[in-house]
């Protein structure tokens, strides 16, 4: 699933074709693909209105419109981009919406888990998403107090999107190495020390997944159709049997909260 440096990537690159056009027309062959409200209002409401701003909340791409908020969640296998025609040889896209220089904003999705969505405000889908990683107001301090008191093995609550926003499987994994924690370490075991490290951790790996511009492991690909270049750079997810880039001993796979967790046995002992 695409995490925050993807879907950041994607928020990104499609400032520049979207911000200050206008929406003529919306299609779509497949009702359900719009969550929030019905399609048939989606559409109505669409129309007209102008792209001001795209940001990122968690993994939502969010688009300022004028009156409302136009949002995306591309959850497995989901993509937005730009066409020039309508006909983008994709046969995975469910809703386009026709802009006012006759170019195409598509989304496609071949599994059918994302979803769009037309909103006043990101509470109405997401009341309970925790702080944004790489905000300035995301400190140290703050990640210290959040731990305290939760028991849960640290690798799960990484990836609960209301403890903290935009950090997934990929990414959880990359940063608990970077900070040689173990995954099943009790949240509330961590000294201030691995707290610390964990912060910087998490921040300095998801600014490395922006830099190479997410990671096409399986179907995220960056607006434009290019791989980003974020797997290059891994040094525990997807490794397993490989020597660890730190000390050389094989990273080992285990199961965490149902997910394949990668850790170094050595440089992430479980105390
Ligand atoms: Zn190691």
Known sequence: MPELPEVETVVRSLREPLVGRCVESVWYDWAKVVKTPSAEQFTARL?????????????????????????????????????????????W???????????????????????????????????????????ADFTADILRERLNGRHRQIKALLLDQSFVAGVGNIYADESLYRAQIHPLRAADSLNADEIIRLHESIRHTLELGINHEGASINWYRKPDGERGES?????????????????????????????????????????
């Open 47 to 91: 129309q007209g209105q102008t792209f001001h701003a795209i940001t990122r909340r968690a993994k939502y791409i969010v688009c300022q419109m004028d009156q409302d908020l136009f949002a995306v969640h591309l959850k497995m296998t989901g993509r937005l981009y730009v066409s020039e025609t309508d006909h983008p040889g994709d046969r």
């Open 93 to 135: 896209v469910h809703l386009r919406v026709r802009l006012d220089n006759g170019l195409h904003l598509c989304f496609s999705d071949a599994r059918r888990f994302g979803r769009v969505y037309l909103i006043n405000d990101m509470y109405e889908i997401a009341p309970n998403l925790g702080p944004e990683p790489l905000e």
């Open 231 to 271: 797997q290059d750079y891994f040094n525990a997810y997807g490794k397993e049997g490989q020597p660890c880039t730190r000390c050389g001993q094989p990273i080992v796979k285990i199961r965490v909260a149902q997910r394949g967790t990668h850790y170094c046995p050595n440089c992430q002992p479980e105390k």
